[in-house]
T-cell receptor, first 112, second 115 residues
């Protein structure tokens, strides 16, 4: 059975802290791993990772994939209260045209 | 960036009625659309995958006669919750993917409440 596991399930930090969110996966026919941020509505896309060892960055967020260890991390530096959200990772499978298997998410709360 | 819309954003209906939710890709052609369901404080659960012009593929445990999916064009898919019951109350989210990439673009979601 394909599965994606995220840790921690929830996290509370203070503004300015750096956080690392973890995502491991066990899937067949893996194509890529995606990170999303979800606030009150639907998820918004952050990163798509297909190759090992290549860091992707967007402002204070960065992410990297390790295809040997079946693992990805999402880093957020200098956290702000606006970073408070649920962060979802998902494994993209090529069957049925890019099916996504989601992890349970990490609830991040940044306190001011 | 790619935009996906959903309509309605919120619906409240009586038990036994049917509800149709539309998902549209506004600026790209979506060969594949996905329908998810999300319960409070839970992750997204894939219900079904639909390709334009063909029957939807349902995930295990999802009743295809209960959740009717139609993907009539490259920009529109609909989900109809038939004979809705209170346990069908949930947040329904669609996403769309073009042929060229693995990225899915999500709609804003529809919150269904069945009384």
């Amino acid at each position: 059975e394909d599965k994606v596991v995220q840790s921690p399930l929830s996290l509370v930090v203070h503004e300015g802290d750096t956080v690392t969110l973890n995502c491991s996966y066990e899937v067949t026919n893996f194509r890529s791993l995606l990170w999303y941020k979800q606030e009150k509505k639907a998820p918004t896309f952050l990163f798509m990772l297909t190759s090992s060892g290549i860091e992707k960055k967007s402002g204070r967020l960065s992410s990297i994939l390790d295809k040997k260890e079946l693992f990805s991390i999402l880093n957020i530096t200098a956290t702000q209260t606006g970073d408070s959200a649920v962060y979802l990772c998902a494994a993209n499978l090529p069957e049925y045209g890019n099916k996504l298997v989601f992890g349970a998410g990490t609830i991040l709360r940044v306190k001011s | 960036g790619a935009v996906v819309s959903q309509h309605p954003s919120r619906v409240i209906c009586k038990s036994g009625t049917s509800v149709k939710i539309e998902c549209r890709s506004l600026d790209f052609q979506a060969t594949t659309m996905f329908w998810y369901r999300q319960f409070p404080k839970k992750s997204l659960m894939l219900m079904a995958t639909s390709n334009e012009g063909s029957k939807a593929t349902y995930e295990q445990g999802v009743e295809k006669d209960k959740f009717l999916i139609n993907h009539a064009s490259l920009t529109l898919s609909t989900l109809t919750v038939t004979s809705a019951h209170p346990e069908d109350s949930s947040f329904y989210i669609c996403s769309a993917s073009s042929e060229s990439g693995g990225e899915q673009f999500f709609g804003p979601g529809t919150r269904l409440t069945v009384l």
